[in-house]
C-alpha cells in the first residue's frame, strides 16, 4: 500500500504513520468494534464536562449538541456492526486516551482548559484518522460511510478550541496546547499491536 501525503490537520503535530493505515485496514472489523466505542466515549465526555461546569452556559449548549451528534453516530457505527455481524463486546483500550489525560492538572481553572483541549486534540487525531480510513478503504460503501462523519469531527475539535478560547486568553491555550499537542504525537509514535482508531 503506498501511502499518499497525509493531509495537515490543524494542532496535530505529526501525521499518522504508513504503519497505522496498514494495520487498520487489515483489522477492519476490529477498527468498527472500536469505533463504536470511540463514539459512546465521546458522547461520555461531552455529557461529564457539562455536569462537572453546569453554570457555564455557553458550554452546555455546544456540548448538548456534541452528545446528541456523538450518540448518533454511534448508532451510525452498531449499524455497521449488525450488518458485517460483529457483536458488541469490550476491547482493551490503547494507552492514548490515559496517557492524555494523565496531562490534565488537577485544580481549576487548569484543569477545565486542559480538557478542552485534550478532548480537542482526540476530535483533530479522529477527523485525521477516519479520513485515511475514507482515502484506504477498499470497500467504497465503508469508505463513503467514513468520509461522512470527517465532517463532524472537524466541528467538534473546533468547538472544544472555541470553548478553550472563550474561557481563556488565547495566548494561555496556544501556549497549553502547543505542549500537550507534542505529548499527543509522542504516544502514537510507537504503533500499538492492537488495531484501534487511536492506536
Known amino acids: ?38 463514539e459512546r466515549k465521546a458522547a461520555g465526555v461531552a455529557l461529564n464536562l457539562m455536569f462537572r461546569y453546569p ?10 449538541a456534541i452528545a446528541r451528534e456523538e450518540l448518533e453516530h454511534f448508532e451510525q457505527v452498531n449499524q455497521w ?5 460483529i457483536p458488541l463486546a469490550p476491547l482493551n483500550s490503547p494507552p492514548y486516551g490515559a496517557a492524555l489525560n494523565s496531562k490534565v492538572r488537577r485544580n481549576e481553572p487548569e484543569r477545565m482548559l486542559d480538557l478542552l483541549l485534550v478532548y480537542c486534540l482526540i476530535e483533530a487525531r479522529s477527523h485525521e484518522r477516519l479520513g485515511l480510513l475514507a482515502d484506504y478503504c477498499p470497500e ?3 469508505a463513503k460511510f467514513y468520509r461522512s462523519l470527517m465532517a463532524s469531527e472537524a466541528r467538534h475539535y473546533g468547538i472544544y478550541w472555541i470553548l478553550a478560547t472563550t474561557y481563556f486568553e488565547q495566548e494561555k491555550v496556544e501556549e497549553r496546547l502547543e505542549e500537550l499537542a507534542i505529548f499527543e504525537s509522542e504516544i502514537l509514535s510507537n504503533l500499538h499491536p492492537e488495531p484501534r482508531i487511536h492506536s
Open 1 to 38: 500500500m503506498q501511502l499518499t501525503k497525509t493531509p495537515t490537520i490543524k494542532y496535530i503535530k505529526q501525521p499518522t504513520s504508513q504503519a497505522w493505515i496498514e494495520q487498520a485496514i487489515a483489522n477492519l472489523d476490529t477498527i468498527l468494534l472500536d469505533h463504536s466505542h470511540c
Open 55 to 64: 453554570s457555564s452556559t455557553k458550554l452546555i449548549k455546544k456540548l448538548t
Open 81 to 85: 456492526l449488525e450488518r458485517r455481524n
Open 140 to 142: 467504497p460503501e465503508l
